[in-house]
């Protein structure tokens, strides 16, 4: 027995010495040597580091191994240095199972629209304490004529009768350290979303009503499981969404933090990451009467949906707006009720908000009447994020980021989201000791969280992603698709007080 006990010791110092070298191997080699994903976005970035920044995100250097997660378990250290080993050098090591699978909730009650049953996929990181839960995104409907259209069109979002039994993630999500420096071993959780209620509502299907909503419950019941599977020892949850699901992220992220602490798991520090879910309710660009989706007015369709799916928004927020509980699917009035800590992701030219606005860019120059509208667009959304401490707001016409394969290469002052949203993590775990300052929290030294563009135009950020011509496919630099829009060097210099050549070197060089 003692023998082989040595033997299996000897075995496991073997395999930590290999994993050690592979891991000094990777250390050692040049950056350009580890980046092996190409395009245009990324060449630069290669490009600009013969100049280095006073950052430089290089690899392996921007994400730490997790050793709080496994506090002296020689295990789950072992388990985490085979896992970077095998992510890096796939032939290295057998290929590891990284997609995430699909389980359907225990409580059938819990349900999609149709009365098919809610669920999630999951790929667990044994030995980590962090927990990502990502809540998809995806418009809504809020009465029964759109109901029935978006399930004639869009099934997917109201039934899991197809959904498939994996998914693999990206952005954010993926299991790729290059690809997700900082999260990249996490458990994670993507929730899919399938019932329309901007993931606010309670309410089940009965013999007189056509469909169920109930996004917050199917929230609730995902945690709840996730108590059985590992998340009950948990240090930091955080709770992320896109667009629809960004919304989402505002309307329950304090109770997810409620309902933790109610059941006695205090030392769990829930977070949100809302991204593209920063919705303005102002003026349409033109008015249109509220037949669908597309054209309803944001305010006019929240305020029909909430009733329809008896829809649930933070308490806080409806003492504040009571009997205009809608309000509080707006970023800017929820968010100062709120409790927990949340960084905001969104694009100061939100292509579903211009959606809605009813500015459709078809690939024809727009109106000046147009243009003006847009950069208002974009001067109203930086107002209403002033007072938000934690925030990445890039000038560019785009929606969704935070689970893009591109998402490393938007910058905002020279700072990537990954390594913003790191910075974030770290001063919210230094101070996580000081009470009632989650909001407030100072970053820790070197850390810039208030990240938003200046410039007031679309895409005159040089790192937006990239625009191709709606006709011919073909990529469009930032200065041609202003043109294509119908911008007036002329005119635009003007009005910025400088001269048209000094404005027209600017948008040439990408500043």
């Keep these: 027995m003692q023998s082989r006990g040595v033997v299996r010791n000897s075995a496991g110092l073997s395999a930590v010495r290999s994993c050690l070298l592979l891991l000094f191997i990777h250390l050692s080699a040049p950056v350009e040597a580890r980046r092996v994903r190409g395009g245009r976005a990324q060449t630069r970035r290669v490009q600009q580091q013969q100049t280095p920044p006073p950052y430089r995100e290089r690899g392996i250097e921007s994400f730490p191994l997790d050793f709080t997660a496994v506090e002296g378990n020689m295990d789950n250290f072992v388990v985490q240095i085979k896992n970077l080993a095998q992510s890096l050098y796939p032939c290295s090591a057998q290929k590891l ?8 909730l225990n409580n059938v009650s819990v349900t999609c629209n149709d009365g098919s049953p809610a669920g999630y996929y999951i790929k667990e990181s044994k030995g980590s304490k962090r927990w990502l839960l990502f809540l998809e995104g995806g418009w809504y409907c809020f009465d029964r004529q759109t109901c029935e259209s978006r399930y004639e069109t869009m099934r997917r979002l109201m039934s899991s009768t197809k959904w498939p039994l994996t998914r693999t993630g990206t952005g954010i999500l993926s299991p790729q350290p290059e690809e997700n420096p900082h999260w990249w071993n996490a458990n994670m959780v993507f929730i899919p ?19 169920a909503f109930m996004g917050s419950l199917i929230i609730k019941e995902v945690v709840n499981e996730l108590l059985t599977k590992g998340l009950e020892n948990a240090k ?6 896109s667009s629809a699901g960004g919304t989402g992220v505002l309307l329950n992220v304090d109770q997810v933090a409620e309902q933790l602490e109610s059941q006695g798991y205090t030392g769990v520090q829930v977070r949100g990451l809302a991204d593209s879910g920063w919705f303005l309710d102002n003026k349409q660009y033109k008015f249109t009467d509220c037949l669908d989706t597309i054209s309803c007015a944001p305010t006019e369709a929240i305020k029909r949906g909430i009733r329809y799916w008896g829809g649930l928004v933070p308490e806080s927020c409806r003492q504040a707006h009571v009997g205009e509980e809608w309000n509080c699917f707006f970023g800017y009035k929820v968010f100062p009720t709120l409790k927990s800590p949340v960084f905001v992701v969104q694009w100061l030219f939100d292509e ?4 809605v606005d009813n500015i459709h860019l078809t690939g024809q120059p727009i109106h000046e009447g147009q243009w003006r509208y847009i950069q208002n667009l974009g001067q109203e959304l930086r107002r209403t994020l002033h007072d938000v401490p934690a925030k990445f707001a890039p000038a560019c016409l785009s929606h969704e980021l935070i689970t893009s394969t591109h998402w490393m290469d938007i910058r905002v002052k020279g700072i990537s989201l990954p390594r913003a949203l790191h910075c974030w993590d770290r001063s919210l775990h230094i101070n996580s000791s000081h009470n009632n300052q989650k909001h407030k929290t100072p970053p820790a030294s070197g850390c810039l969280l208030h990240l938003i563009d200046s410039c007031p135009w679309p895409h005159c950020n040089p790192s937006c992603p990239t625009i191709r011509d709606q006709l011919t496919g073909q990529e469009m630099s930032a200065i041609q698709f202003l043109k294509h829009m119908g911008f007036d060097v002329q005119k635009m210099a003007q009005q910025q007080g400088m001269d048209p050549r000094k404005l027209l070197g600017m948008l040439n060089n990408g500043n």
């Design 193 to 211: 979303y399938c019932s329309s209620d901007v993931w606010s509502g309670a309410t089940p299907k009965t013999d007189q009503s056509d469909y």
């Design 352 to 355: 579903a908000q211009l959606t």
């Design 236 to 241: 930091v949850l955080l709770l992320a969404g």
């Design 97 to 104: 199972d990284q997609d995430m699978k699909l389980h359907f």
